[in-house]
């Protein structure tokens, strides 16, 4: 499933702009 994420975020510029975001929200949560 990640590496299948990850495959789609490289092909998708705006995918990997909405991935980072979710880390940086996830982590500032706390989760």
Do not use: H, L, T, Y
Not at 2 to 27: L, S, T, W, Y
């Amino acid at each position: 499933m990640m590496a299948d994420e990850a495959r789609r975020i490289r092909q998708d510029p705006a995918a990997r702009g909405i991935e980072i975001k979710k880390r940086v929200f996830g982590a500032r949560s706390g989760n």
